[in-house]
Each structure stands twice: as structure tokens, then as C-alpha cells.
């Protein structure tokens, strides 16, 4: 079980309900998601920030995005966009309510479709309770208040809910990516929920507890749903969502023992339908295209004849072209990949640059190649630099290549995707179970020779959080900062001093971060992250250069690693595997001399 978290800027109580009912009795099903996950305008990386940053730093997104709670609405005044998971939801109830009974809105409009005549109140929600990896462990650091912003929010949520004056009337189901933090803090009572279904809204179950609750019948606390096995029973969306979210994949393959995603089918979705998707989104006035996977590149290799994890150039180029190239498709945004793609076929990954850079909304000026300094970011796992660690955690992370030669993909990986203006975001885990600090300088010489080898990623550092459901999810993790050896906080805060250094993020403003953490670690930090955490503050906030650190004994100092080459990488596969490897990309054992001449006959003709 979970501790909650505490919100002491937010209190229920004064929640009053001074609206008149709606005309028509209100709508059957009402759907919903928190204020802080529905909203598209200001980009991807409000959201991250609104996961990660402590209630009381709220005021830093309203200085930088003043107009963030503004929204969009249809003439009815349901939501004009939601997150995918609520669409489909609604498609899902849709296959056998009629669609003047379902209405999606955002919180603020509760009022308006709550009425007597209303049964399900249905919420989706990411991360309501910011128990998960990345979100608790930023709000920590920062202190106070550990409430993140989006599980204010949230809680604002379902208090506007607990206060309908029809709530006897109706039941509250909670679904989405992060309804597990509700089922392990057990806050049924205290946030007002019936019932909480961990799987997709597609399944036949979902529609019967949705039959179950219009009835009044009393609902279990957690139904357990299945997932669809194959791609034809996926639905997509036919309206706008959050960001112009259209699922590409579910599952992933790789098989991570911390993963949640990677527990579903590996299933990789037809394209018709994703350009359908992609269609409706735009009918429906969004201008921003983004394909969730976990790993864009397994889509078109699914269940082929070839792994996996031997990209399918073609139709990966082919799918990619033709969303960008969609008439009213503006911008268009990477979501999650793996790294090994990189080294394996770094023409591939030429060609999506040279089709998705035009289209792309970030821009990194310092380092970008790109005449309008436009930039590529996907969402990477690093995870950890430790290969004792790694053969523990996800010895497959790295296939085709052995998990041995983990920092050597990683490097190699990166330095193809920065010559080719893809600056990933990548999370490292910190404080994984039975991490030695042996495992942590590992992970800190991989980031010193990322930074030798000036090559870029944003490094985002979490503690290891054991998820539901997963093979970790008995494992224990960090609880408190102050756990966190001097390594790890070294890490931690080496990864964030390298983050600053291109300055791209000018509104965090590097000097600004490093001022004001020196202030706030005189102010409250010390107390709270314990004296570990001071000198890898020092070095973070450049107030003591790293070589006198190190020099003083204070810091580590990453030693140099020795990195294989792509040739001697592609050189260290199994000869089993030499036949998927593409000939244009050179590098190609010696021993292989066949079907390169097949590949160039095939090229000619
Ligand atoms: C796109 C995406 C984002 C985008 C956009 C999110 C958005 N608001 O639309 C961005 C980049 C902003 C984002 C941010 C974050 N994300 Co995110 N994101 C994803 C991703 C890739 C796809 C989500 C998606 O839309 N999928 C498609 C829809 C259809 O799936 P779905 O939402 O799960 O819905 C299905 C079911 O869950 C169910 N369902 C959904 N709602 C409901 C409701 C009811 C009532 C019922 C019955 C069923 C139901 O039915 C749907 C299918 O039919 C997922 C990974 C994944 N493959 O799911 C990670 C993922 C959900 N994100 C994750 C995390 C951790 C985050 C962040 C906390 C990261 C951070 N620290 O910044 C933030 C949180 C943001 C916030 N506001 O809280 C984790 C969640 C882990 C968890 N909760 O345990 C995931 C699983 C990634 C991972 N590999 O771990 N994310
Ligand atoms: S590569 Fe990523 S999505 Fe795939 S199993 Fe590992 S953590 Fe999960």
C-alpha cells in the first residue's frame, strides 16, 4: 500500500454548488479527465511539467503559460478535445448507447451534463495521485507541499464529482494508464469511487460493468479487464484528442521487468485506421499529430518473418510520410523509441528526419543542424548505465545487441540520432533494488562520456518506483530522499547540471536554476534531501567547479569508457542474424558476402 499524499493548499469543503441543473436531466454516461491532462495548446512539455513540478510552484506555469486552463468547447459545451483513453471510452460506449446519452466534458462543465437523469460518472485519468516514476520524485526534491500539480487537480476532479447533489444517483468508474495509484492508496472513499477498471475500454466487460452501474447495481472496487488480442478489435478515436493522440502499437517486446506497457499484446495497428484517426482529428480542428507506442519502431514488424527489432524502413517511412503530408497536419511529435533501432539502421532514421523535422514544433537552437533549427525528441529509455544492472532489470533492452555491450549501444545510438537532429529526452532509474554504488559510477561514467563525446539527450533521472502488476512491482524502492546515497544524488543532479548546458530551456534559465537552487538549499533543501544531497548541489550549481570537487574528494569523477563501433557492434550479432541487416548502411561483416549482392542486384533492378 501507498501513503497518499497530503494537499494542504486545497480544501473540499469549500467546493459550493450554486449552479441550476441541467435542462434536459442531464446526460446517462459522463465522461471526463483532469483540467491538467486534457489541455493540448501549450505542448507536450506543460504536462511533464504539471506531473513533475509541486503544487506551490504552480505560479511558474501561469507566468510562463498565462492562458494554460483555457479551453475549447463544441457548441454544446462538451469538451471540443480529451485525452485518447477518454475517446475511447466514449467510442466504446458508443458501440451500444446512444450519443446523445454520452457526453465527454472537461471538469469545469460537470455541471452542466450532471443531472438527475445521470448514472456513470466515468473518469480517465494518466497519474492522478503522482505516485508514479518521475512525477514523485521532482515534487520531492522540491519540497513543502508534495502534491504535483496534476494530482491537485485531479482531487479537484473528483471533489466536483463527491459534491453533485445527484452523486447518490450515480456511480464513479476511473480508468486510464494510472487508476492503479488509486487502487494502491486505496482512496476509493476519499476521492468518491465506486469502482476502478484497470484494462481497455474495448473489452465486453468494460461494457457490462458499464450495464451494471446504469442498473444501480453495486460494482466491485477493481475489475480486471482483457485486453484485445488482436489489431482488428482496437478502436480509434473519429474525434479530437489531446494532443492528437492515434495509438500506433500496444506492448512492446522487450520485456523490462519494471514495465507496465510491455504487458500488454505486442500488437502494431492498422494503418488505414490510423490515418482515419489522424483524418478526424483534423476535421475536427486539431493541427498536432502524435503516435503513442512505447517503440515507434516495431510498427510494420510485428509478427513478421523478421524480429522485431529489425525496423521495417519502408513502412515505418511510408506510414510517417503520409501523416505529416495530411492536409491540415501542422505539426507533428514523436512519443516513445528504443535506442537499438539507431544503430541497427541509421538510414532509417535519416529518412524520418528528412519527412518529420519540417513538421516538427521543437526547436533547439544550439543544436540543431536544421536550417530552422527544428528538432526531434522522443522519449528514450537509458534506465541504467550499469550492465550488472541492466542484465537484471532488462537484459533485452538492447537486442539485437547484448545487453553487455548496453553503454556502447547507448552512445552509439545517440550519436546517430544527434547527427541527424533527434535529441531525445531519456530517464535513467535511480535507486533500483539491490543498486550498488559500484552501479551508480557506471551509470555516471556513461553520462561523463556522453558529455566527452559532446553528444545531447535530456536526461531525466527518477527513483524506482515499483508499478502494479509488473515483475518489480514487490520490490522496494526509495521512499524519501534523504534514502539517496551521494551517488545517486551526484547523478541525479549531474544529469540535470547537463541538461542546462545548451540553455535551450531560456525560460528555466540556467543561471536562474543555479541561483535559485543554492537559495532554496539554504532555504528548506538541506533539511529535506539530508547531507547528501549538498555536494552534488554545489556541483550543480557551478558555485564549486567539478574538478575541485572530485579534487576534495567530494564528487566522483567519471572515468573514460571504452566504446565499441557500429562495425563492431553489427560484428558482435549472430551470424543468424546478418541476413536483416540493410547493405546501404555499410558496416556489414565481411563473412556476409551474399546477400549483399542479392541487396544490390535487388537496388539495380
Ligand atoms: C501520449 C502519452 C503522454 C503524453 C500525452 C498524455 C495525454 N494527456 O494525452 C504526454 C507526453 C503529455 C505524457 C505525459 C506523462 N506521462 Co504519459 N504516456 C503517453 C502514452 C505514450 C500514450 C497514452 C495514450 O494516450 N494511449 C492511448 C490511449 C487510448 O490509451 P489509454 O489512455 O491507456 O486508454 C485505454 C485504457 O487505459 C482504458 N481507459 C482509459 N481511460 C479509461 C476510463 C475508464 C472509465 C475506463 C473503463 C477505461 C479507460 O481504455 C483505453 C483503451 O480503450 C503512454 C504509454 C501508453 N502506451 O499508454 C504514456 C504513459 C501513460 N505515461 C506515463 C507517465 C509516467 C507520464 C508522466 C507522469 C511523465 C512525466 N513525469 O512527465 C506524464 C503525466 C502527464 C500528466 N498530465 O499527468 C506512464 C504512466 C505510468 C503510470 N501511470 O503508471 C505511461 C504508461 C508511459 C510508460 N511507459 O510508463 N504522456
Ligand atoms: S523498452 Fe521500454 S516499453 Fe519496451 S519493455 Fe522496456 S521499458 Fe517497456
Redesign the pocket.
Given at each position: 500500500m501507498i501513503t497518499p499524499r497530503k494537499d494542504p493548499s486545497f480544501d473540499p469543503s469549500n467546493l459550493q454548488v450554486t449552479h441550476e441543473p441541467p435542462a434536459d436531466g442531464g446526460r446517462l454516461i459522463v465522461l471526463t479527465a483532469p483540467l491538467?491532462?486534457a489541455i493540448d495548446h501549450a505542448g507536450?512539455f506543460i504536462?511533464?511539467a504539471?506531473?513533475?513540478l509541486p503544487i506551490w510552484m504552480e505560479g511558474v506555469i501561469n507566468r510562463k503559460y498565462p492562458k494554460w486552463r483555457e479551453v475549447e468547447h463544441n457548441p454544446d459545451g462538451s469538451a471540443r478535445y480529451m485525452?485518447?483513453?477518454?475517446r475511447?471510452?466514449e467510442k466504446?460506449l458508443l458501440r451500444e448507447h446512444r450519443s446523445d446519452d454520452v457526453v465527454a466534458c472537461f471538469p469545469d462543465d460537470l455541471h452542466k451534463f450532471i443531472g438527475p437523469r445521470t448514472r456513470v460518472v466515468?473518469?480517465?485519468t494518466?497519474?492522478p495521485l503522482g505516485v508514479?516514476?518521475?512525477?514523485g520524485v521532482y515534487t520531492s526534491i522540491f519540497g513543502s507541499s508534495k502534491m504535483p500539480i496534476?494530482s491537485h487537480y485531479s482531487r479537484l476532479l473528483f471533489s466536483k464529482i463527491k459534491a453533485s447533489p445527484y452523486r447518490d444517483n450515480f456511480k464513479v468508474?476511473?480508468?486510464?494508464?494510472?487508476g492503479?495509484q488509486i487502487i494502491q492508496t486505496n482512496l476509493y472513499d476519499e476521492l468518491s469511487v465506486d469502482c476502478v477498471?484497470e484494462g481497455?475500454?474495448?473489452s465486453t466487460d468494460?461494457l457490462e460493468l458499464f450495464r451494471k452501474a446504469i442498473e444501480g447495481q453495486e460494482l466491485p472496487r477493481v475489475v480486471e479487464v482483457k485486453h484485445p488480442m488482436d489489431r482488428e478489435q482496437i478502436?480509434f478515436p473519429d474525434t479530437r484528442t489531446?494532443?492528437g493522440?492515434v495509438?500506433m502499437t500496444t506492448g512492446c517486446g522487450r520485456r523490462c521487468k519494471f514495465?507496465?506497457?510491455d504487458l500488454n499484446p505486442q500488437i502494431d495497428l492498422p494503418k488505414d485506421k490510423i490515418m482515419d484517426a489522424v483524418r478526424a482529428n483534423v476535421r475536427h480542428g486539431n493541427k498536432q499529430i502524435?503516435l503513442?507506442?512505447?517503440d515507434m519502431f516495431i510498427w510494420g514488424q510485428v509478427h513478421t518473418d523478421t524480429p522485431f527489432y529489425f525496423p521495417n524502413r519502408e513502412a515505418l517511412v511510408d506510414l510517417y510520410s503520409d501523416i505529416v503530408n495530411t492536409p491540415g497536419v501542422e505539426q507533428h511529435v514523436l512519443?516513445?523509441s528504443t535506442i537499438a533501432p539507431a544503430v541497427v539502421d541509421p538510414l532509417l532514421i535519416k529518412q524520418l528526419s528528412d519527412i518529420l523535422l519540417p513538421k516538427s514544433p521543437i526547436h533547439f537552437p544550439l543544436l540543431s543542424s536544421h536550417p530552422q533549427k527544428k528538432a526531434l525528441a522522443p522519449l528514450i529509455g537509458l534506465e541504467t548505465g550499469s550492465v550488472r544492472m541492466a542484465k537484471q532489470i532488462m537484459s533485452s533492452k538492447g537486442v539485437p545487441f547484448s545487453i553487455e555491450d548496453w553503454p556502447s549501444v547507448v552512445l552509439e545510438g545517440l550519436r546517430v540520432l544527434n547527427e541527424n537532429n533527434w535529441f531525445p529526452a531519456m530517464t535513467l532509474i535511480v535507486g533500483n533494488p539491490g543498486e550498488t554504488d559500484q552501479d551508480v559510477m557506471d551509470t555516471i561514467d556513461l553520462v561523463y562520456e556522453m558529455e566527452r563525446r559532446g553528444l545531447f539527450a535530456f536526461l531525466v533521472p527518477s527513483i524506482f518506483t515499483p508499478?502494479h502488476d509488473t515483475r518489480m512491482e514487490k520490490e522496494k524502492g526509495v521512499t524519501q530522499t534523504k534514502q539517496l546515497t551521494k551517488l545517486q544524488w551526484q547523478l541525479m543532479m549531474k544529469c540535470w547540471k547537463m541538461n542546462l548546458r545548451p540553455g535551450q530551456y531560456s525560460w528555466w534559465g540556467p543561471m536562474a536554476w543555479r541561483v535559485g537552487s543554492l537559495g532554496m538549499w539554504v532555504y528548506k533543501l538541506r533539511k529535506l534531501n539530508g547531507p547528501n544531497f549538498t555536494w552534488p548541489l554545489l556541483m550543480f550549481s557551478g558555485a564549486v567547479s567539478e574538478k575541485n570537487l572530485q579534487r576534495m574528494g567530494k564528487i566522483y569523477r567519471g572515468k573514460p569508457l571504452k566504446i565499441k563501433t557500429r562495425r563492431e557492434l553489427i560484428a558482435s550479432l549472430k551470424p543468424k542474424d546478418w541476413r536483416y541487416l540493410r547493405a546501404d548502411n555499410g558496416d556489414l561483416p565481411v563473412e556476409y558476402a551474399p546477400p549483399v549482392a542479392a541487396q544490390a542486384a535487388m537496388a539495380a533492378s
Open positions: 491538467t491532462e507536450y504536462q511533464m504539471l506531473a513533475s485525452p485518447a483513453g477518454v475511447l471510452v466504446s466515468a473518469v480517465s494518466h497519474n508514479t516514476f518521475a512525477a496534476n468508474i476511473v480508468g486510464g494508464s494510472g492503479w477498471v481497455r475500454s474495448e468494460t478502436l489531446t494532443f493522440v495509438e514495465c507496465v506497457p502524435s503513442a507506442t512505447e512519443s516513445h508499478l
